[in-house]
Nanobody, 120 residues
Framework: QVQLEESGGGLVQAGDSLRLSCAASGRTSSVAAMGWFRQAPGKERELVAGITWRGEGTTLYADSVKGRFTISRDLAKNTVYLQMNSLQPDDTAVYYC????????????WGQGTQVTVSS
């Protein structure tokens, strides 16, 4: 089992930046990919960005964050980051770190979430 611990959320103003971190511990050899999801009040959880854990670290982004958010990883620290620039009120949500294990079609392990609030 892998434990995921997020940090870095907070309250910022529109146009500001934040960096979220997610540290993985435990059986990290099972990690195939890591992702950041978010869920705003009254909305479904959506994938914001994902990155493969080994190899080149292929990334993908939701259209709504392309050009503003960057996902990255530090394999030595078993940590995935989400750099969020030019934040807008629509980015307000609880952000979750998630793991996709080898052999799994979906993300199967989740962090506890961290609140990001962007004021206008």
């Amino acid at each position: 089992q892998v434990q995921l611990e997020e940090s870095g959320g907070g309250l910022v103003q529109a146009g500001d930046s934040l960096r979220l971190s997610c540290a993985a511990s435990g059986r990290t050899s099972s990690v195939a990919a890591m992702g950041w999801f978010r869920q705003a009040p009254g909305k479904e959880r959506e994938l914001v960005a994902g990155i493969t854990w080994r190899g080149e670290g292929t990334t993908l982004y939701a259209d709504s964050v392309k050009g503003r958010f960057t996902i990255s990883r530090d394999l030595a620290k078993n940590t995935v980051y989400l750099q969020m620039n030019s934040l807008q009120p629509d980015d307000t949500a609880v952000y979750y770190c998630a793991q996709q294990s080898f052999g799994k079609a979906r993300y199967d392990n989740w962090g506890q979430g961290t609140q990001v609030t962007v004021s206008s």
